[in-house]
T-cell receptor, first 113, second 113 residues
Framework: DTEVTQTPKHLVMGMTNKKSLKCEQH?????MYWYKQKAKKPPELMFV???????INESVPSRFSPECPNSSLLNLHLHALQPEDSALYLC????????????FGQGTRLTVV | AQSVTQLGSHVSVSEGALVLLRCNYS??????LFWYVQYPNQGLQLLLK??????LVKGINGFEAEFKKSETSFHLTKPSAHMSDAAEYFC???????????FGTGTSLTVIP
């Protein structure tokens, strides 16, 4: 199984809503990532979890709150988002070590209204 | 710091023609380099990776890339373009620990019938 599964695929939320994005992998990877991607742009790193601990937070606003309940799951909790937060949110995982690739999920297309 | 630069944000080729997508890296140590492809509204899929085992790397879908240290380049090629190759292509480099993947700005490939 080389898949990273993200749910939901599409999400529309109001600025006062609370929602969560979910990501799951069963490859035994100990590094998991959240990326944000705007149209026609490369993915921007948001968070990195290494061995279920937050290791990198790229100065992301607090309205985005990551959580790693176990080595297979990664969540991104959303609250009080702005329309400019509308984007494709990608989850990825990789083995530790620089010579290993990141495996990406299909993404969640988020629209904030 | 690691980084990659992709020259040409848009490339158009005729079906059956050579595909050449350019990527140059900046790294003070031997890098780990990757090429990813992204189809509309999907996640990123690994095409190939360079991990210093061989300078000519073969990937999926007939793509290959050659690592040239003297030119600090890792250009992606395919001898004969197919309509299904139309997509966004990202070059990426990882840090030595695999904590982060740094993406180039991407090249949009159009294949003309």
């Amino acid at each position: 199984d080389t898949e990273v599964t993200q749910t939901p695929k599409h999400l529309v939320m109001g600025m006062t809503n609370k929602k969560s994005l979910k990501c799951e992998q069963h490859m035994g990877h100990r590094a998991m990532y959240w990326y944000k991607q705007k149209a026609k742009k490369p993915p921007e790193l948001m968070f990195v979890y290494s061995y279920e601990k937050l290791s990198i937070n790229e100065s992301v606003p607090s309205r985005f709150s990551p959580e790693c309940p176990n080595s297979s799951l990664l969540n991104l909790h959303l609250h009080a988002l702005q329309p400019e937060d509308s984007a494709l949110y990608l989850c990825a995982s990789s083995s530790r070590g620089g010579n290993t690739e990141a495996f990406f999920g299909q993404g969640t297309r988020l629209t904030v209204v | 710091a690691q980084s990659v630069t992709q020259l040409g944000s848009h490339v158009s080729v005729s079906e059956g023609a050579l595909v050449l997508l350019r990527c140059n890296y900046s790294s003070s140590v031997p890098p780990y380099l990757f090429w990813y492809v992204q189809y509309p509204n999907q996640g990123l899929q690994l095409l190939l990776k360079y991990t210093s085992a061989a300078t000519l790397v073969k990937g999926i879908n007939g793509f290959e890339a050659e690592f040239k240290k003297s030119e600090t380049s890792f250009h992606l090629t395919k001898p004969s373009a197919h309509m299904s190759d139309a997509a966004e292509y990202f070059c990426a480099v990882s840090d030595r620990a695999g904590n982060q993947f740094y993406f180039g700005t991407g090249t949009s490939l159009t294949v003309i019938p």
